[in-house]
Nanobody, 124 residues
Framework: VQLQACGGGLVQAGDSLRLSCAAS????????VGWFRQAPGKEREFVAA????????YYTDSVKGRFAISKDSSKNTVYLQMNSLKPEDTAVYYC??????????????????WGQGTLVTVSS
């Protein structure tokens, strides 16, 4: 499966953005789809994930209450709605897919397929 992430941009603190991750050459069926981000000079970190079957969702603490992950089965797409953005949310955001169990949903190495990344810049 190939992943295409989009939706990044330059916004001000407090604004919202919605990222999209679309699958091609396959579907998300049976996969967990995650969002990760990597800021300059930092390691890639987990943001959120959703199990395609069942819809279980996982979030890192720093985005709980601000970000929401969702899926649209008809479009084979996963979204990351980001509200109340902060400068510290600035990063390249990547979507990934894999046959991931819940206990490893936050680990980048658990995912097999990765999108190309989309840049989110939040100015103060």
């Amino acid at each position: 499966v190939q992943l295409q992430a989009c939706g990044g941009g330059l916004v001000q603190a407090g604004d919202s953005l919605r990222l999209s991750c679309a699958a091609s050459r396959g579907t998300f069926s049976g996969y967990t789809v995650g969002w990760f981000r990597q800021a300059p000079g930092k390691e890639r970190e987990f943001v959120a994930a959703i199990r395609w079957s069942g819809g279980n969702m996982y979030y890192t603490d720093s985005v709980k209450g601000r970000f929401a992950i969702s899926k649209d089965s008809s479009k084979n797409t996963v979204y990351l709605q980001m509200n109340s953005l902060k400068p510290e949310d600035t990063a390249v955001y990547y979507c990934a897919a894999g046959r991931v169990i819940a206990s490893t949903a936050s680990r980048p190495e658990a995912y097999h397929y990765w999108g190309q990344g989309t840049l989110v810049t939040v100015s103060s």
